[in-house]
């Protein structure tokens, strides 16, 4: 029992630098994990400031295919070096 007596101070610090270590590597596991897993923040829909610019309107991404619309302008469409043909209304697909 002598030889707990004489190094029980040093067992008590590397308990305590132990504690240490696990609580830190605990509370940055949870904290990363709280961030990787937040959600992104809500898309913020502002109107349009430059009325004036050609724009493409993408109306709808489902299973893999983007519908849209081109506005009031003319404007040319391309997708991996291609040219998207729109439909007499400006109207679009893009199949990926």
Do not use: W
């Not at 029992?1 to 504690?19: N, Q, R």
């Not at 696990?22 to 949870?30: D, F, K, M, P």
């Amino acid at each position: 029992m002598e030889i707990f007596e004489k190094h029980k101070t040093a067992a008590y610090i590397v308990i305590f630098i132990i504690s240490i270590i696990t609580y830190g590597l605990l509370g940055y596991a949870i904290g990363r994990n709280a961030v990787f897993y937040s959600a992104a923040p809500e898309m913020k829909f502002v109107p349009d400031i430059n009325p004036g610019v050609c724009s493409i309107d993408i109306d709808e991404i489902q299973n893999g295919v983007i519908h849209g619309h081109i506005g009031e302008k003319h404007v040319r469409v391309r997708y991996r070096g291609k040219v998207v043909v729109t439909d007499g209304f400006g109207g679009f697909l893009i199949e990926y």
